[in-house]
């Protein structure tokens, strides 16, 4: 089937190479010319496990290719909008700027029967302001939201763990959802659940799974708190209570929060579209899920000038991860970086490294001293700081090795990934969240 993906940013890409690696013959359109130049040589603009072998794949075969004119577009039989929905400038709600100008731009180049399917995140109820747009082109709107999880998100289009249509009723929706289960025919022939909804229940899909997820994470941290002043062990508590098969062991890892492009800007976004609705009161709880995750990040700080014996001043301090997450460079909301900017902002000496995200920290924050190489990074540091959960840090780094490079007995695990009980046999005062 033609296919074309509207955006070429983290999302779109994924798809519309993931789309060409199950056979579709795929245009992607994005305006920035130099991303579109950047894809049409092959190089992944960003990095993401896989992303880079079904990039070189797709163009070699011929099933790939890149254009910023949307003209090129015509002729596709679905239109996948995967546009960036960032939060309004001084305030909570999601900006719709991009998604409005993708669909005003493919309109003219609409034909009798094509799919227009949004995989945006986006308000409930967009989905039905933009439906009238594309059925007066002759064409039918689908929503059909992305779940995609950083790291894995080739995997998560090739192999989803459910595929979610969004259509209008009656005749038209129904071809709109066959032709959609055609184009993941792969997936749906493997037993995938592929459920068919309105248009509300779609886009609600979405930033609900969101909003739980965050909800789990910030309740662990939430417990986090706790224990830190009853000298509990939040791991162990998150142990104990994953056993019990409605909760679950995943998402319940405390540490310094969540963070990147998605979760905190569309729970803050959820919140505010339900107080548009008149029914802010339903996710309050959601304003409070955000203030904790925020507050986890001073505790990293704190943690770090108390076992600077209550100073950073001055003080070298190796801050081990940029990303906000592991297998990404994205930065954006990063946990990691906003605690490395506040110990800079403390007058630290603050060093960062990555193994992929150094160059898109330094673009935001040059204030900042990177090193590639992490056992540079921890030499003769004062105190080292474990912010994002990369392999090299968490598995890879002992504590003996540690020893190696600097006279400096400090480690502050913002993400309890480290062995507390090595590190202190090695001399380490270790300092974890919400762990005693």
């Known amino acids: 089937m033609r296919l074309s993906v509207i955006g070429c940013g983290y999302l779109g890409a994924v798809h519309a190479a ?127 939201p992305e779940f995609l999880r950083e790291g894995w998100a080739v995997q998560d289009t090739i192999d989803p763990d459910r595929l979610v249509a969004g259509v209008p009723s009656g005749r038209d929706g129904e071809r709109a959802a066959e032709l959609l289960k055609d184009v993941y025919r792969p997936a749906v022939d493997k037993g995938t659940p592929f459920i068919v909804t309105d248009y509300a229940t779609a886009e609600l899909v979405k930033v609900a799974a969101n909003a739980f997820l965050a909800t789990k994470i910030s309740f662990i941290n939430a417990m986090a708190e706790i224990a830190e002043v009853t000298g509990a062990d939040v791991t162990q508590l998150a142990d104990a209570i994953g056993h019990d098969v409605r909760i679950g062991r995943r998402f319940l890892g405390a540490g310094i929060g969540f963070g990147g492009g998605c979760l905190p800007k569309d729970i803050r976004a959820f919140a505010a579209r339900a107080e548009e609705l008149g029914r802010g009161e339903s996710v309050n709880f959601l304003r409070e899920v955000d203030a904790i995750n925020l507050r986890r990040r001073d505790r990293a700080v704190e943690l770090v000038v108390e076992g600077l014996g209550g100073s950073v001043y001055g003080k070298k301090v190796a801050v081990l991860g940029a990303a906000f997450k592991p297998h990404s460079d994205d930065v954006r909301d990063s946990p990691a970086l906003d605690v490395a900017v506040r110990l800079n902002g403390l007058g630290a000496n603050v060093v960062v490294t990555d193994p992929q995200a150094i160059e898109n920290a330094r673009r935001l924050h040059p204030q900042l001293t990177y090193e590639a190489d992490r056992d540079e990074t921890i030499r003769d540091a004062d105190a080292v700081v474990l912010v994002t959960e990369w392999d090299e840090y968490r598995r890879e780094l002992t504590p003996d090795h540690a020893s190696t490079l600097t006279d400096g007995r400090v480690v502050v695990d913002g993400r309890n990934g480290l062995e507390a009980s090595a590190w202190r046999a090695a001399g380490w005062q270790y300092y974890g969240m919400g762990r005693p």
């Open 18 to 144: 993931a789309m060409a690696s199950i056979g579709h013959d795929v245009i992607g359109i994005d305006v920035d010319p130099r991303r579109i130049e950047s894809l049409t040589r092959g190089e992944a603009p960003f990095f993401e496990p896989g992303l880079q072998d079904l990039l070189t794949e797709g163009l070699q075969y011929g099933r790939l290719r890149f254009s910023t004119d949307v003209a090129n577009a015509a002729g596709a039989a679905v239109h996948f909008i995967g546009v960036g929905t960032p939060q309004q400038p001084g305030g909570d709600a999601a900006d719709l700027t991009f998604v409005n100008a993708a669909v005003d731009s493919l309109l003219p180049h609409l034909s009798e029967g094509d799919v227009v399917a949004g995989k945006s995140t986006v308000p409930v109820g967009t989905a039905a302001e933009l439906a009238p747009r594309v059925s007066a082109a002759g064409a039918t709107l689908v929503w059909n």
